[in-house]
């Protein structure tokens, strides 16, 4: 049974728009959670991240909202670029501090 | 500064050969991790180490997979022997050994066994 999921496996959105990402979690007991990117033949890469202390943490053009109370975050993008092209994995920590992933979103920004 | 390095980028073997994994994490994270990804599955956790020591290898699918990390700056994964539904990319990730901290990854070894 998946414990993070990513329902969409893809995403297309137009050069400038925004791409909102989404994941939800079913365990009530995640305290961190983190947005990786990943281009193909490369490891992913860490992106974002967020403490369940928080609702929102904002980095330059990403952002990740968290809604604890639906089990749900969100990775905000805007405005998307073409270079943001790659698939995105949402992760949370589980208690022994392993992380626990989500199968990915591929985010197509066209020009 | 040196990320993750991952040893060699692909493999492809006849199955039922010994298949060794090699990383080498950023110097001074004391937490490593090796993940496989398939198409199936996605990105699993297979077994993770904090200081050297294994933590948890509730991941390994079987015992024909082993991990060692020696010492801090170097850890194998070693399957022996290889099966073809071993074939998949395989990730090995570093981390502080603390709150809050996130994990980086290497590049990746894409292993075909034939």
């Known amino acids: 049974d998946q414990q993070v999921k990513q329902n969409s496996p893809s995403l297309s959105v137009q050069e400038g728009r925004i791409s909102i990402l989404n994941c939800d979690y079913t365990n009530s007991m995640f305290d961190y959670f983190l947005w990786y990117k990943k281009y193909p033949a490369e490891g992913p890469t860490f992106l974002i991240s967020i403490s369940s202390i928080k609702d929102k943490n904002e980095d330059g053009r990403f952002t990740v909202f968290l809604n604890k109370s639906a089990k749900h975050l969100s990775l905000h993008i805007v405005p998307s670029q073409p270079g943001d092209s790659a698939v995105y994995f949402c992760?949370?920590?589980?208690?022994?501090?392993?992380?626990?992933f989500g199968k990915g979103t591929k985010l197509s920004v066209k020009p | 500064d040196a990320g993750v390095i991952q040893s060699p980028r692909h493999e492809v073997t006849e199955m039922g050969q010994e298949v060794t994994l090699r990383c080498k994490p950023i110097s001074g994270h004391n937490s490593l991790f090796w993940y496989r990804q398939t198409m199936m599955r996605g990105l699993e956790l297979l077994i993770y180490?904090?200081?050297?020591?294994?933590?948890?290898d509730s991941g390994m699918p079987e015992d024909r997979f082993s991990a060692k990390m020696p010492n801090a700056s170097f850890s194998t994964l070693k399957i022996q022997p290889s099966e073809p539904r071993d074939s998949a990319v395989y990730f090995c990730?570093?981390?502080?050994?603390?709150?809050?901290?996130?994990?980086?990854f290497g590049d990746g070894t894409r292993l075909s066994i034939l």
């Open positions: 992760a949370a920590r589980g208690s022994q501090g392993n992380l626990i």
């Open positions: 990730a570093s981390s502080f050994l603390g709150i809050n901290q996130p994990q980086h």
């Open positions: 180490f904090n200081n050297n020591v294994p933590i948890d």
